[in-house]
């Protein structure tokens, strides 16, 4: 898969639609977790998932992305974006 290196507004005004990738396959014990957030994608609610690295951030949001009911509701309206390269940061007055 290309490397998109874009600000995240930008990622999404390219008519290209880039493939999603494939549901995890080692994906266990996170049933519960799993449920709660179709819950909230339904309803339309953001969702920050965050964590150290290996502990499943990726495998749970590849698993909603492929989920039937998120397919669904949001049809095409589903993207991936990695931001491994990506930097963030808060500024608090």
């Known amino acids: 898969m290309p490397r998109v290196l874009a600000n995240p507004v930008t990622l999404f005004i390219h008519s290209e639609r880039p ?3 494939p549901t995890p396959t080692n994906f266990f014990a996170r049933d ?3 449920t709660q957030l179709l819950g909230l994608l339904e309803n339309f609610a953001s969702v920050l998932l ?3 690295v290996g502990v499943g951030k990726t495998a749970i949001v590849l ?3 492929h989920h039937d009911r998120v397919e669904g509701r ?3 309206n589903r993207h991936f974006m990695r931001c491994n390269d990506l930097t ?3 500024i608090v007055p």
Request: net charge negative; no cysteine; proline share 11%.
């Open 88 to 90: 963030f940061f808060t």
């Open 19 to 21: 493939p999603l990738p």
């Open 50 to 52: 965050s964590g150290g």
């Open 74 to 76: 949001f049809g095409e």
């Open 32 to 34: 519960e977790i799993v």
């Open 63 to 65: 698993s909603l992305l």
